[in-house]
């Protein structure tokens, strides 16, 4: 069965800092990745996606995450923080067969950002 | 943003009542899904559904029920309420299934439960 791990559950970083949020997968194959954000009071919003081709991927807002294959790991990344990114950040999995719906998010990392 | 209301957005209900919370999309997508989101299990799916009168169960359906009589509403009821259902409740649509790459989910603002 696919799973997701985010194994930070809290993180604060100072505006203007950079920021990595991880995510680990568990799947027999490369799936299709996904991170969302929800702000708060707020539904998920989709901030980026990863299917194949270049491991580095652009989403919205300035965030990028890089597909590293070996270390099943698809962290989430952001130059420089802003004050309105605090949030809490989703991953998510897929599988690229089998039917579309079995999407898996795991439990969220809160972010927290420090003026 | 997709057009997808919840309603209501707060409600407070006591145990043993029932309670049907309301998902309404304008976008004509075809699947439309129930989430529930509690600290530290992150998002689960309750129900979804795959077109009008079609639907399934996820991973933590017991308790639930849904329908689906027309594309734009998914009804979502508990039919005797208990605290343990006191969560955060999710509504979201897809055009293709929610591991569509794509088509993801668009999501409604929540429905913030709770049950005394």
Redesign the interface.
Known sequence: AQSVTQPD?HITVSEGASLELRCNYSYGATP?L?W?VQSP??????LL?Y?SGDTLVQGIKGFEAEFKRSQSSFNLRKPSVHWSDAAEY?CAV??LTG?????T????TQLKVEL | DAGITQSPRHKVTETGTPVTLRCHQTENHRYMYWYRQDPGHGLRLIHYSYGVKDTDKGEVSDGYSVSRSKTEDFLLTLESATSSQTSVYFCAISEEGMSSYNSPLHFGNGTRLTVT
């Open positions: 559950i299709y996904f969302y009071g707020q539904g998920l919003q989709l996606k299917f989703f897929a599988p039917g579309g719906n079995k999407l998010f795991g439990t969220g």
